[in-house]
C-alpha cells in the first residue's frame, strides 16, 4: 500500500481508534495517523494519513474543519451532547428569528472553555477520565474561531447549523454556549464532519465498504502524497537535488515568487520530496527541509 490520505466516512457507535484498527488489519499498514478526532455518536469525514502521510499531519492538523450540527434547545446534558445525563429543562424556547440573530454573534475569535467530557490531559490523566469519577477541574478558556456559521433549518426544539471552524473547537461545546446565550440551554444532539481543509465528505469511503473491496481498489482512492497539501505553493526539482533534500541538506533555489519564512512542497515527476522552509530572497533563495518523504516504491 503506497502512502498517502485515504479519506474514511465514519458511521456512528464507532470510535476513531477503532476505524484506524480497521483499516491498518485491512490494509497490514504499520503507520497510520487521523486529523481530528470525531466522537463514537458523529459521522463524517476521518482522513487518515498512511505511513509517509504521517508525517503531514502537522501541516494538515490547523486546516478548517466544516460540520453540520443538530442542537436540541431547552435541554442540558453534563456530557454537551446526546450521550450525557440531563441536568436542565427548559419549557420555554426562544422565537425562531431570535435564534439566527444569537447565533450570528458566535461568528469570528471567541473564549471556548473546553468540556470535561473531552479528550484533553490534565496532569497527565484524560479529562473525561477525571469527570466519570467526580472530579472537577478548573479549565481555562482558549481562543478559537468560527471562520462560518449558518442557521439551516430551525424546527424547534431543534435547530441545524453548518459550522466551519479552527482546530481545537468543540462544537458541543458551541451548542452549549447557543443555548445559555439564548437562555433556554442546549445540547448537541448529532454532529456530522463535511470537510476538513481541502478534503469532502462526498469523496470519503464508507467504513462497510472497506472489507468488500481489494487492495488495488482503495490503493486508487488513496490521495498521493504529491496531492495531499493542494493549499501549499509547489517547487519542482530534479533527481539529484531531490537526492540532496533527502539527505537534509538545504537546496539554493533560485526562483521568483517565494518570499522569506514560506513553507513550500518540493517535488519531482514522481512525487513528493519535502516540505521546505524558504530563506533567504531570489536569486539567494535556499530551501531548507522541515520534513522529508522517502520515494514511492
Known sequence: MNSGILLIDKPAGVTSFQVVRRVRSKLSVRKIGHLGTLDPFATGLLPLCLQEATKLVPYLMPEPKTYRAVVRLGVTTDTQDLTGQVVARSPELPAPEAVGRVARGFVGELQQTPPMYSALHHQGQRLYRL?????????????VVIHRLTVDEVDLP?????????QGTYIRT????????????????ALRRIAVGPFRVEEALPL???????????????????????????VSVGPDQARQMR???????????LAPGEQVQVVTDAGLVAVARVQGRAP???????RVFAPEG
Open 131 to 143: 469527570a466519570r469519577r467526580g472530579v472537577v477541574v478548573e479549565l481555562q478558556p482558549r481562543m
Open 158 to 166: 431543534l435547530v441545524t447549523l453548518t459550522v466551519t471552524c479552527s
Open 174 to 189: 458551541l451548542a452549549a454556549d447557543l443555548g445559555a446565550a439564548l437562555g433556554c440551554g442546549a445540547h448537541l444532539a
Open 208 to 234: 462497510a465498504a472497506l472489507e468488500e473491496l481489494a487492495l488495488e481498489e482503495i490503493s486508487c482512492r488513496t490521495i498521493p502524497l504529491a496531492h495531499c497539501l493542494p493549499g501549499m505553493k509547489r
Open 247 to 257: 539527505q537534509g541538506r538545504p537546496l539554493l533555489y533560485a526562483a521568483d515568487g
Open 284 to 290: 539567494q533563495a535556499c530551501l531548507s527541509p522541515m
